[in-house]
């Protein structure tokens, strides 16, 4: 028996010995960053910084590889099944916690197919229009909307996004369905609100706060319970008059089930520094957010948040009647 376990414990080191001894090295390549969505949307801004950041530390070069398409899905199941040796990693959004509430299959497991590094930043959304749409705050906007529900369109990422939770938890509020129109990311949904083709989305400020500052798009309110530095003169949803609207689309950094742990240890150090580094902090607080606390970029952290969110959106989801097959 002794020897049976003993043959057990040595052919499982033989086989962890590899990855074991290049995590010594590690890194010693380019590392990729799966984001679940179109380049030139909010969560390929936060990765892009956080990455050139990490890359500095690391001392390796980290690239974004944009992976859109089903609100996040189709980029998390590739991250899922990805080599667990520290070169492949994942960065997500709020979206990671909705979708095993929102999809009755899913070809991975939230929590179980990933290692979780650290939280990143909680970014507030903004509800915006194209410039031209015809209702100037919020109460003309939702008198609009329910007059012309059969017109007006609503642009997000496709069901798991967090464009799409907005929109969902809008239209729940207001008892009124809109038409939705599902991109592979907000940096081409944005595109199309810029030339008139859509009507409205609610969307993270990484994505919203330049044009609405330049008056390309129209701004009804953002969805904290206080104003943003970087927006002072947009109301909250409480104060535009829907009350007990909030909504905070929080970031995580996650490698493959499997990733060994010292790897993950220097991740998640080469991610509490990048939150710390004044570029990262001066554009986080120009696109009106900012890095979360040190203490929260863990990876114990980011599990029990995700777990929690998980716990939270589930039923929010099934009462609303959303779901994909
Ligand atoms: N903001 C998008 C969303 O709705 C995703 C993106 O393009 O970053 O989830």
Excluded at 107 to 124: M, Q, R
């Amino acid at each position: 028996m002794k020897s049976r376990i003993l043959t057990a414990l040595v052919s499982a080191a033989a086989l962890s010995a590899p990855l074991l001894a290049q995590a010594q090295t590690y890194p010693d390549k380019t590392i990729t960053v799966i984001v679940p969505f179109a380049a030139g949307g909010p969560t390929d801004t936060v990765a892009r910084l956080v990455a050139q950041s990490m890359g500095a530390t690391l001392k390796q070069q980290l690239i974004i590889e944009n992976v859109g398409g089903a609100g996040g899905t189709i980029g998390a199941a590739r991250a899922a099944k990805a080599a667990p040796d520290g070169y492949t990693l994942f960065l997500h959004h709020i979206g990671q916690s909705t979708a095993p509430g929102l999809y009755r299959k899913l070809s991975y497991d939230a929590i179980n197919s990933f290692e979780p590094i650290g939280l990143i930043t909680d970014v507030p959304m903004t509800l915006i229009a194209r410039e031209d749409f015809p209702a100037k705050d919020l109460k003309e906007l939702l008198a609009y909307v329910k007059a012309n529900k059969d017109k007006v369109t609503y642009a997000n990422a496709g069901l798991g996004s967090a464009s799409h939770l907005c929109g969902m938890l809008f239209m729940t509020a207001i008892e009124t369905d809109l038409t939705t129109v599902p991109y592979k990311g907000t940096g081409p949904a944005m595109n199309d609100l810029l030339g008139k083709q859509v009507d409205l989305m609610c969307d993270q400020s990484t994505n919203t706060t330049s044009q609405i500052k330049s008056g390309k798009v129209k701004a009804y309110a953002v969805t904290t319970k206080t104003r943003l530095g970087s927006l002072p003169a947009i109301p909250t949803m409480n104060e535009a008059g829907m009350p007990g609207f909030e909504v905070a689309v929080w970031h995580g950094l996650y490698a493959p089930k499997g990733t060994p742990k010292p790897v993950i240890d220097s991740l998640s150090k080469a991610l509490k520094i990048a939150l710390k580094d004044p570029m990262v902090k001066q554009r986080f607080a120009d696109l009106g957010t900012e890095p979360v606390a040190e203490a929260r970029a863990t990876p114990e952290v980011l599990q029990a948040h995700l777990k929690a969110e998980i716990d939270k959106w589930t039923p929010i989801i099934k009462k609303a009647g959303a779901y994909a097959d």
